[in-house]
């Protein structure tokens, strides 16, 4: 478990002080540094983590702290991902899995579930800088169903793509008044820029961007002055 040569080798210091060559069937506590720069400092089970432990990822600066199971984060722990934003909730086989929150640099959070590493299941996203909302039913890390929701109360409630509004839907207004109508899109400029979910992948491929044409179910000038309105 070591480097030829004068290179990093892989250490292994138990609880008692005690260095090893390798951790093989040792279960407690220890400190393991790994030839790449990784440390863990955690329960071991029979010579693998197992119980509760902290790792740090020497390449990039993050850090795990939490339940692992079988040599993978496993159970309730915390991701901080060095500069990239922070992940506290469930795992399961190295995977984002259950239900967590993951707060991005922006300040923006997804609260909800999740289903081997995507958003999936119930769950709400908040833009930090307007306050807006998206909240409903997402699949593969998109919400597919649910409410558009302003910081004033006004909000949409119908279908979602490209996690914009796309399909028949109702506005529903603070007075009671409600306007039934379908939203389309179209695509955007490259150089334009519109607020979107932050990507928590870093190795997604970047989504193409659409503007989005509101057509409702009545000519009446009001109800189109106030859908006008609530998306300035």
């Known amino acids: 478990m070591s480097e030829d040569g004068d290179g990093p080798k892989y250490t292994f210091q138990t609880e008692n ?28 089970i029979d010579g693998i983590r197992e119980g509760r432990g902290e790792y740090r990822y020497a390449s990039n600066g993050d850090k795990y702290d939490g339940e692992w199971r079988v040599n993978c984060k496993h159970g309730i722990g915390k991701m901080s991902y060095n500069g990239k934003g922070e992940y506290h909730g469930y795992w399961e086989n190295g995977r984002r899995h259950g239900e967590g929150t993951f707060t991005y640099p922006n300040g923006d959070v997804y609260s909800g579930w999740w289903r081997f590493g995507e958003k999936e299941g119930t769950g709400t996203y908040l833009f930090k800088e307007t306050g807006m909302r998206l909240q409903g039913q997402w ?39 409600t306007l039934k109508g379908c939203y389309e899109q ?47």
């Open 17 to 44: 002080g005690e260095t090893k060559s390798m951790s093989r069937g040792y279960t407690g506590k220890a400190v393991a540094s790994y030839p790449n720069g990784d440390l863990y400092d955690g329960d071991f």
């Open 139 to 177: 699949e593969k890390s998109e919400v597919t169903e649910g409410k558009w929701v302003y910081p004033n109360g006004i909000y949409f409630h119908g279908k979602f793509e490209n996690n914009k509004p796309k399909g028949e839907g109702i506005w529903y207004f603070k007075n009671g008044n």
């Open 186 to 232: 179209k695509p955007k400029e490259l150089d334009e820029d519109e607020e979107e979910p932050e990507e928590d992948d870093e190795n997604a491929a970047k989504k193409p961007k659409f503007d989005l044409v509101w057509k409702s179910e009545t000519n009446i000038a009001e109800a189109a002055h106030l859908v006008n309105s609530v998306e300035q």
